[in-house]
C-alpha cells in the first residue's frame, strides 16, 4: 500500500505543519520528511525477506510487488500468514524505533513529524484478519 502510506504521511505531515504555523520553506521540508519516512519504511520488507526466505528472497520480493494478494492466499493456505504478518511487524516496529532514535540524536528538528508518520504507518498496517487469522 504505498501509495495510501504516501497519502496519509502527506495530510499527517500537512496537519502537523499547518497547526504549527511553520514558514514555508521549514515546513515544506518537513512534509517531505515525514512523507518520506513514512513510505520508505516499507524497505525493511526485503530485510524480512532476506531473513526469512534467504535464497528465494527475490523470489517472494517478486511476488510481493506484482501479486501481492497471491502471496498473501500462498501464505494463508500454507497456514503462515499470521506468522509472517506477526514477525513482520515486529521488525517494523524495531526498525521504526531504532530510525526514531537515530533521528532524535541527528534531526531533532524532523524527530516529531517523523514519529507521527511512523505511528500512522503503523495503524494503517494493523489488518485484524491478517493478525488473527
Not at 500537512?14 to 515544506?28: C, I, K, N, P, Q
Not at 519516512?37 to 520480493?61: C, K, M, S
Not at 494478494?69 to 494463508?76: A, H, I, T
Not at 500468514?81 to 532514535?101: D, F, P, S
Request: with cysteine; net charge neutral.
Amino acid at each position: 500500500m504505498p501509495w495510501w502510506h504516501l497519502t496519509a504521511s502527506l495530510i499527517i505531515s500537512y496537519v502537523l505543519v499547518a497547526s504549527l504555523g511553520l514558514e514555508f520553506h521549514h515546513g515544506l521540508e518537513l512534509i517531505i520528511v515525514g512523507c518520506v519516512a513514512g513510505t520508505l519504511i516499507d524497505l525493511d520488507h526485503l530485510l524480512y525477506a532476506f531473513l526469512t526466505f534467504r535464497e528465494r528472497a527475490w523470489e517472494y520480493i517478486e511476488k510481493g510487488l506484482f501479486d501481492p494478494k497471491g502471496l498473501m492466499e500462498e501464505f494463508r493456505k500454507r497456514k503462515e500468514l499470521t506468522l509472517h504478518v506477526r514477525r513482520r511487524m515486529i521488525l517494523h516496529c524495531i526498525t521504526m524505533l531504532l530510525i526514531y532514535a537515530i533521528s532524535l540524536s541527528f534531526f531533532p528538528s524532523y524527530s516529531l513529524v517523523i514519529g507521527i508518520a511512523f505511528i500512522a504507518h503503523l495503524i494503517m498496517d494493523i489488518e485484524p484478519r491478517w493478525l488473527f487469522a
